[in-house]
Structure formats: structure tokens, C-alpha cells
């Protein structure tokens, strides 16, 4: 795993405001967010703000339009299949995967805007994101494992995409209606 560029500030979440999570069904969940122009003080108190909101819902990953802010912006803090932790934030990410055929790994995914199930969700075994960190430097994240996970499944929010859009419908409607969504 390589990782260039780290989340600013030595412990993201102390300054930041946890906000209310935006739970599936909320229209700024299921559109694409729009791109972040401007690397400035908003775009450090938006991050601030997306780390205290994470780790008050005990998540491993936060995407802005989770906290009803349109704006392709993540922030996680996970690990990698090697136990390596990496605590990040990312500003107009790209996802590349690797050329099908990919490996895939099945394991238990969960959403914080589709709170409390959690069911078996293929992804690719490996993931990388290139973006820009809040300052606007360019930023570089290699995963394996749950980072992979969290990359894939960030990145999918800014897109427009809730994971519990790509399980089967029948998964999908039972996993809604045990968060109390449907």
C-alpha cells in the first residue's frame, strides 16, 4: 500500500462539527456531486467537519454528500489487508481498479446512511484513488483489504451510488427496511 498526502492536522475530528448523517433516499445521495473548485478555508472546515461527523458515527469512511454537502470530497481512516491504517482525505478522487478479470473479495459491508445492516459485498481485491488532498497537493492511495472497500465505496457516493444499489433488489429492499428506511 502506498499513501501520499494524509488528512490535515495530526488528529482529524478534533476541530471539525459532527453533522447529521444523510440517510439513503435523500436526493443529494443518489447524484453525481459536483467537483470541487476552490481549495480554501471552507474546503479545511468542510473536512474538519467530515472527519468529527465520521468518527461520531463510528465509520471507517465519509463522503460529503453524506453530510448533505454536494461536494466530491471523502475522508476515511481504515486499514489495509496488512493491518496498516491510513487516515486520509480526498478531494475530486478518480477510482482506477485493475483490467478485468479482477480479483474480487466478498465480505461484510455496511453503510453509515443506510444505518445498522451489514451484508456480504463483492469488490475488487485492490483499489487505487488519485485525487487532491484539502491544500490542493496531489494525492496518491494504494489499498488492499478494507481500504480497498473504503476506496471503492467512497468513491461510489460521489457518484451517485449507495452499495445497497448493487446488491439484487430482493437484498437491497430487506437491508433498507432494517435500517427503517422503507
Avoid: W
Avoid at 481504515?78 to 478531494?91: I, K, L, P, S, Y
Avoid at 463483492?122 to 478494507?146: C, H, K, L, Q, Y
Amino acid at each position: 500500500m502506498t499513501t501520499e498526502g494524509t488528512a490535515t492536522g495530526p488528529n482529524p475530528g478534533e476541530t471539525g462539527t459532527a453533522r447529521p448523517i444523510v440517510h439513503y433516499g435523500e436526493p443529494v445521495l443518489h447524484r453525481p456531486c459536483a467537483p470541487v473548485e476552490s481549495f480554501d478555508a471552507a474546503l479545511a472546515d468542510l473536512v474538519a467537519d467530515m472527519f468529527a461527523s465520521m468518527y461520531a458515527a463510528n465509520g471507517v469512511g465519509l463522503a460529503a454528500n453524506q453530510i448533505g454537502v454536494d461536494a466530491r470530497v471523502f475522508v476515511l481512516d481504515c486499514e489495509d489487508a496488512d493491518g496498516e491504517r491510513t487516515v486520509a482525505a480526498v478531494v475530486n478522487p478518480v477510482l482506477v481498479l485493475p483490467p478485468p478479470p479482477r480479483e474480487l473479495m466478498v465480505g461484510e459491508e455496511g453503510c453509515l446512511s443506510v444505518p445498522g445492516p451489514f451484508t456480504d459485498t463483492p469488490r475488487s481485491a485492490t483499489a487505487v484513488v488519485e485525487g487532491f488532498d484539502p491544500a490542493g497537493n496531489p494525492v496518491r492511495i494504494e489499498g488492499t483489504g478494507t481500504l480497498a472497500r473504503c476506496l471503492q465505496h467512497e468513491t461510489d457516493h460521489l457518484d451517485g451510488t449507495v452499495y445497497v444499489d448493487r446488491l439484487p433488489a430482493k437484498t437491497r429492499k430487506r437491508m433498507l427496511a432494517e435500517a427503517g428506511l422503507r
